[in-house]
């Protein structure tokens, strides 16, 4: 269906719209599944990062994160008294490192995930899921030479 535009003529609709509907409906699910999580998305992001089994100081996190460092040393405190991670004060920097119940909580969390993605693809069949997958890469990565052409991947 055409659209009008502010001067009344015809316009085809924005190629871009309808995937803007479906990144959007997405996103809105995604926040859904989330609430489904014991762990907050700060906790998550946290998790995430240290799920490596590297310790890190509030700076190094800061950084990865891309945050303010009062937001981290916020997050990383909020998270200490949830037994999620353990902050050494060994260090003249203290190190962050996650707990086994942090671990223990982000894994049972993205598993959650994970699951619902496996069950919406299997639905989907074996064949689309693997044209899904190569298309979105292949939009990822032309998307991803508009948004930062001089960056790496």
């Known amino acids: 269906m055409a659209h009008r535009s502010a001067s009344g003529s015809d316009r085809s609709p924005h190629p871009g719209r309808s995937l803007a509907g479906q990144l959007q409906h997405l996103d809105a699910l995604r926040r859904a599944m989330a609430r489904r999580h014991s762990l907050n998305p700060a906790d998550m992001r946290l998790l995430w990062l240290l799920s490596d089994d590297r310790a890190r100081t509030f700076r190094e996190i800061s950084e990865e994160l891309n945050l303010e460092q009062s937001t981290v040393n916020r997050q990383v405190n909020s998270a200490a008294r949830a037994n999620l991670v ?3 004060d060994d260090q003249p920097a203290r190190l962050v490192l996650a707990t086994k119940e942090g671990i223990a909580a982000f894994d049972q969390d993205v598993d959650r995930s994970l699951n619902g993605y496996r069950q ?9 899921t693997a044209e899904f997958n ?4 292949e939009f990822i990565e032309a ?3 508009i948004v930062q052409p001089d960056e790496e991947p």
Do not use: K, N, P, V
């Open 86 to 88: 353990q902050i050494s």
């Open 120 to 128: 919406a693809l299997e639905r989907m069949g074996t064949e689309h």
């Open 134 to 137: 190569a298309l979105l890469a």
């Open 143 to 145: 998307y991803r030479d």
